[in-house]
């Protein structure tokens, strides 16, 4: 694909239906008057003022007690008397949640354990090129800039394990997002929510990814951030549509598949009715980051964009199948671009980075805005003359997704890199540009050897752990139908909630199958989204719509039940009848036929057996 290679979220918040801690007393017996005191006057104005007061009394004890503050005359405790106390508020928050609560620890061990093998971080070909610009900030022509801003925020502490701790941060708080969402906001029990937030916490996939630099994960959350923001309320105010807007212009210069993203925004604000204005502030929101960044890639090279790759990855994409031979009015220029079928790479990914790639007939830099716009056009030709093609390629790499087993692809050099290995591999020495080395710039930015160093037993624990535990393709193809059910069972709603989250999962794994071509790693970007609406497929809301659903189909079929049961007496009645009338009519012709009379009423309705009865 093109350019890659919340505030007030409260955990201990009762779900609906329970009572929240330090209201116990209030309503749970019946036929209890409860009390209420002027607090200006201390006078009580209910009818039972004494037992209300000490219901009262023992509610803010068990208030105090739950909160890990004292009860008494109202003064905070400080110090070492307050240690116990937020000790105490802990571990309430725990027994609260403790499902979640353990898978969350599970996690973060799991996390701790990946940074102690593999330090400081692990590299992917990609890395190099956000860290080049991280080191001399410039508009990079393959892809945007926005992972590397977040490097150079970092550089002045000359450590990737920061990196890799922060990205790790960044998985266990869409972990956090996902069961705040259900538990809070959707009314899921606290199991249910902790199992929708596993796959993101616990898959070993995942978490070789967060150790990876690499833009994925900070891409991922910020994502993760929009939908909180714009989910967590039933209608957004003007401040959250424009955090919302921001969030995402800062995710579409991170990857840009954020494009795409805004629209889904856009599109579920339109349908949500959340009017004109509050879709203006998020427009205009995201487009200030976006502007700002394009006016810089203009001032450095002189074009207003964010990059200089879209088109050449969309050639990746018709490498495989264009045929010359049926594209009518191709421009000379790109005669080179074409490729014989017996001359053809094995991958469409070949298109461009292999040295037999047809762009290598180009002289020049091989992502400039000559190449880009050739690729662009030849692609656009391409898919115009072969859609049927065209489409077999792009749902060949969707439904690759969903297989059970991984393979290695595009190659076991690029596949290794999606692993925890058994031994480091040296930094490379590329040329960034005329003065650095990407192993120069790496040491520079740790200010130290910055090569990933394996340590035992640490190392073997999580590459263990990352062979048996992580989501298979054909999982995520279940969650996605569990999510679609949901959306079905509200159907008069368009789906309801889930709307945003499914068709954002949806279009992130669609979008690498239909701009460039499969790569494990565009598949977990989709995971929380699609992991989210699936849990929200067991909400009230939504287990009430497919009660409707049910009824409606139990109608529907007794109904039609009824109609054939009613069709089958008739038709029997009128067979019978039948039946009947021939039988009386062979009785009457047999009769006549015998006794030589005329045979009765039959033959006067004018029967065959009459006229062929003799005189």
Not at 524 to 547: C, I, Q
Request: net charge neutral.
């Amino acid at each position: 694909m093109a350019g890659e290679s919340p505030h007030g979220t409260v955990l201990d918040e009762s779900a609906p239906g329970e009572a929240a801690p330090g209201e116990a007393a209030s309503g749970d017996t019946p036929g209890i008057t409860m009390t209420v005191t002027d607090s200006a006057t201390g006078v009580d104005t209910g009818p039972d003022a004494a037992a209300g007061a000490g219901t009262a009394t023992g509610a803010g004890t068990d208030a105090a007690a739950d909160s890990g503050e004292s009860p008494g005359d109202g003064t905070s405790s400080s110090g070492d008397e307050g240690r116990p106390g937020r000790a105490a508020g802990l571990w309430a928050l725990v027994r609260r949640h403790p499902a979640f609560t353990v898978i969350i620890a599970t996690a973060a061990l799991l996390r701790l354990i990946a940074m102690i093998g593999y330090q400081p971080a692990m590299f992917f070909n990609d890395s190099f090129d956000y860290l080049h610009v991280a080191m001399e900030p410039f508009p990079h022509p393959l892809r945007p800039d926005g992972y590397s801003f977040l490097l150079l925020a970092l550089k002045p502490f000359h450590s990737f394990a920061l990196v890799v701790l922060v990205q790790h941060l960044m998985g266990l708080g869409m972990g956090v997002m996902i069961y705040a969402l259900l538990r809070r906001r959707f009314g899921l029990p606290g199991w249910g929510a902790a199992a929708a937030a596993a796959p993101v916490l616990l898959d070993g996939y995942q978490i070789q990814l967060e150790e990876l630099v690499l833009s994925d994960t900070m891409f991922t959350f910020l994502v993760m951030c929009a939908v909180t923001l714009l989910l967590w309320r039933d209608r957004p105010t003007w401040k959250v549509a424009a955090s919302v807007g921001l969030i995402v212009g800062v995710a579409w210069l991170t990857r840009s598949v954020g494009m795409p993203v805004l629209l889904g925004v856009l599109a579920y604000m339109l349908i949500r009715r959340a009017g004109w204005r509050l879709m203006a502030v998020t427009l205009v929101a995201c487009m200030l980051p976006v502007l700002a960044y394009m006016g810089w890639y203009k001032a450095d090279s002189g074009k207003f964009a964010i990059t200089e790759s879209n088109g050449i990855f969309l050639y990746a994409r018709v490498y495989k199948f264009a045929d010359c031979h049926k594209m009518h009015d191709l421009p000379v220029s790109e005669y080179p671009l074409c490729t014989e079928p017996a001359n053809r790479l094995p991958n469409s990914q070949d298109g461009i980075w292999n040295a037999r790639s047809p762009l290598n007939r180009y002289t020049g830099k091989r992502f400039s805005p000559e190449n880009n716009a050739l690729g662009n056009d030849f692609a656009k030709r391409a898919i115009v003359a072969q859609p049927v093609d065209y489409l077999r390629v792009v749902a060949h790499d969707f439904f690759k997704v969903f297989r059970w087993e991984r393979t290695v692809f595009p190659d076991e050099a690029t596949y290794r890199q999606y692993e925890f290995r058994k031994t480091g591999t040296p930094l490379p020495d590329w040329h960034m540009d005329a003065d650095s080395t990407a192993s120069g710039e790496a040491h520079a930015y740790e200010d130290g050897d910055a090569r990933t160093q394996v340590v035992e037993p640490f190392a073997g624990v999580i590459r263990g752990y990352q062979d048996h535990f992580y989501l298979r393709g054909t999982m995520l193809g279940g969650i996605l139908l569990i999510g679609l059910a949901g959306m079905v069972a509200l159907w008069r709603r368009l789906g309801g909630a889930a709307l945003l989250p499914w068709t954002l999962a949806t279009g992130l794994l669609l979008a690498p199958a239909a701009t460039a071509e499969f790569d494990y790693r565009y598949v977990l970007p989709a995971v929380p989204l699609a992991a989210l609406a699936a849990g929200m497929a067991f909400t009230p809301e939504t287990r009430n719509g497919a009660a409707v659903l049910l009824r409606r189909a139990r109608r529907l079929t007794a109904r039609r039940s009824d109609r054939s049961t009613v069709s089958a007496i008739t038709g029997s009645a009128t067979t019978a009848s039948v039946t009947t009338g021939s039988a009386t009519t062979g009785s009457a012709t047999t009769a006549s036929v015998t006794t030589g009379s005329p045979a009765p009423s039959t033959a006067d309705a004018g029967s065959p057996a009459a006229e062929d009865a003799p005189a």
